[in-house]
């Protein structure tokens, strides 16, 4: 297995929907409601997407940081340009404007029954797309996510990790630093700051070297990934149908962006 944790995979990413899939549904449900205000006489825009900031996978960052020449620059925070980009469009806010003592928002989420004469889908434009689109496909991978999140939990305290812990923890304070656990370096109040410190550098520098030495994050992602599969074998029948629904929501989504409507 690669030594970079970013290219790594959980079991249960199977069930789960990619960033890809939840933008191409996003886009999609977009692209309906905007079609569905259009009609009705609105001229509505939806708020700018966010830039990707930090991890680019559900395994990145997931054990802690890893990328050495990006901690001797930024320390625990992200890329520099990316917060930049994260920064400038968050100052920009949402575009959408309410309009008519709020008719734009009710037409939106259905709390009036017409505009202008024309009727209101049931729900508002934002559930006539979702209906189209999804359904709660993606609220339906709900146990999926919990799966993700209890065995993430749950793997802390397997014998393995909690070994693994005391030995990045025993390598920490060769270099004069006192943590627990791994993520607690990261969590550290003094870094919270957006100015990036000489001791969070020399910090994260530490953390990575002995994260190299201990190989924490290995251990830490084999004990995760066996208690998801063991979670999977139990609940395979809800999450094999969850995953139809989100696979029938993610071509749905296609054909909408395909022109069909």
């Known amino acids: ?94 575009v959408e404007d309410t309009t008519e003592e709020g008719a734009e928002e009710k037409a939106l989420n259905g709390g009036v029954a017409e505009v202008y004469g024309k009727a209101v889908p049931k729900g508002g434009c934002l559930s006539q797309a979702n209906q189209k689109i999804s359904d709660g496909a993606l609220e339906r991978t709900a146990k999926a996510q919990e799966i993700a999140n209890d065995a993430f939990t749950r793997s802390k305290r397997e014998s393995k990790v909690i070994k693994a812990f005391a030995a990045w923890s025993s390598c920490m304070k060769e270099h004069g630093y006192s943590y627990k656990e791994p993520l607690d370096a990261s969590d550290d109040s003094r870094f919270s700051s957006p100015e990036v410190t000489k001791l969070e550098i020399a910090t994260a520098t530490a953390d990575i070297a002995c994260r190299d030495r201990t190989h924490v994050a290995k251990i830490w992602f084999d004990a995760e990934s066996e208690l998801q599969k063991q979670a999977i074998d139990k609940n395979i029948e809800g999450l094999v149908e969850a995953r139809k629904s989100l696979d029938d929501t993610i071509k749905k989504a296609a054909r909408v962006l395909g022109g069909a409507k």
Do not use: N
């Open 1 to 94: 297995m690669a030594a970079d944790p970013a290219t790594w995979t959980l079991p249960i990413e199977a069930y789960l929907p990619t960033d890809d899939d939840e933008q191409q549904v996003k886009k999609a449900r977009t692209l309906l409601v905007g079609d569905c205000m259009k009609d009705l006489g609105f001229d509505w825009q939806p708020a700018p997407d966010l830039p990707k900031l930090g991890p680019k996978t559900l395994t990145d960052w997931r054990y802690g940081i890893h990328d050495a020449v990006l901690a001797k620059k930024r320390g625990y925070k992200p890329d520099a340009a990316e917060q930049a980009a994260y920064d400038r469009v968050m100052s920009q806010g949402a």
